[in-house]
């Protein structure tokens, strides 16, 4: 550093005597200060969010019943999926395939794709898991068992994005977005199974489209997953997977939260690494692709209904939709 400042200085006396021999021939226009030039460079307005979109398309997938592949209410949430996201985006399509889940099951994958201005070759990819964990293991008493809504776990990252896909759809900016539902996210092997261990059984969904691309050669220049963003109390930390894959994509994504007065929500703090579906778009699809997800650090849990019952509609908060919302969208329009 000093040898740095050495050269600086050399270089300012150099400068200063050029200046001086060449003489007032010509006075040279000034240039611009930094204060002018970041004043003329305007941000490109950015939509509103509406939490409350948001959120009713958080209660039309709750209203399905739990949505565990192989199910009616899995099917038709599917179903639905598609034609809501086709209302939005010019191509939607659901890339269909087979995975076999920690219990010898085979399930069909139903990845649901949608482009926003497919013409344009420069990418930006925005993912969430569409379906709900089956049994609700982390749970106490004779509930084990039982289903569970996913109103937050799997639920809220989609209505975040649906709305968000709204918004593209009504804004028309010049930029172009995939977003994609990943199915069995949530069907990974129990801590107390008794079935054998199985490398990689979460995320089976993003396994497949990353290994089965839907476009050949697709590439994005980074990855947002939102996963868990809408219980009260939500707490974002820069998660440890992220950090290590896209650094950039994380300090650049909780700046603007920053920026935008969220920092109690995107806290700056990281937290251990987290298998989710971005841990397999990063590996195996070389895309770098960040996690927002609510996580307690100091607690090194998730939220406090995860996996159980209780993960409902009470549990979210339209507020901390909007925070989300808000700030994917700044980050969209303005990078």
């Not at 592949?69 to 939005?88: I, M, R, V």
């Amino acid at each position: 550093m000093k040898q740095l400042q050495s050269l600086l200085q050399i270089l300012c006396v150099i400068s200063i005597t050029s200046l001086i021999s060449c003489g007032p021939e010509k006075p040279k226009q000034e240039e611009p200060t930094t204060t002018e030039v970041e004043t003329t460079m305007q941000r490109i307005p950015v939509p509103a969010f509406s939490a409350d979109s948001a959120y009713a398309f958080i209660q039309k997938q709750v209203d399905f019943g739990p949505r565990i592949p192989g199910t009616k209410a899995h099917a038709d949430c599917a179903q639905w999926l598609e034609q809501k996201l086709k209302s939005y985006f010019p191509e939607v399509i659901t890339q269909k395939g087979t995975a076999t889940t920690f219990d010898h099951k085979k399930y069909e994958v139903k990845n649901i794709i949608g482009s926003f201005n497919p013409q344009i070759g420069k990418r930006v990819l925005l993912c969430a898991h569409w379906d709900t964990r089956p049994f609700a293991d982390r749970d106490e008493g004779g509930n084990l068992n039982k289903k569970l809504d996913g109103a937050n776990d799997g639920a809220s990252g989609v209505g975040v994005l649906l709305e968000i896909a709204r918004q593209l759809s009504i804004a028309k900016p010049d930029i172009g977005v995939d977003i994609i539902f990943f199915d069995l996210e949530d069907y990974g092997r129990p801590e107390e199974s008794t079935f054998p261990e199985m490398q990689d059984s979460w995320c089976l969904g993003a396994q497949y489209w990353a290994r089965n691309l839907h476009k050949p050669d697709y590439y994005a220049e980074y990855g947002i997953l939102l996963d868990m963003v809408g219980a009260k109390g939500a707490v974002f930390p820069k998660e440890g997977t992220s950090m290590y894959y896209a650094p950039a994509v994380v300090d650049r994504v909780w700046k603007r939260a920053s920026e935008l007065g969220y920092g109690n929500y995107f806290i700056n703090q990281q937290s251990n690494p987290i298998t989710d579906d971005h841990l397999y778009v990063n590996q195996i699809a070389n895309i770098p692709c960040i996690n927002i997800i609510h996580y307690d650090p100091e607690k090194s849990d998730f939220f406090g209904h995860h996996h159980r019952v209780s993960d409902n509609m009470e549990q979210i908060d339209s507020k901390v939709l909007g925070v989300v919302g808000h700030t994917v969208l700044e980050v969209l329009f303005n990078p």
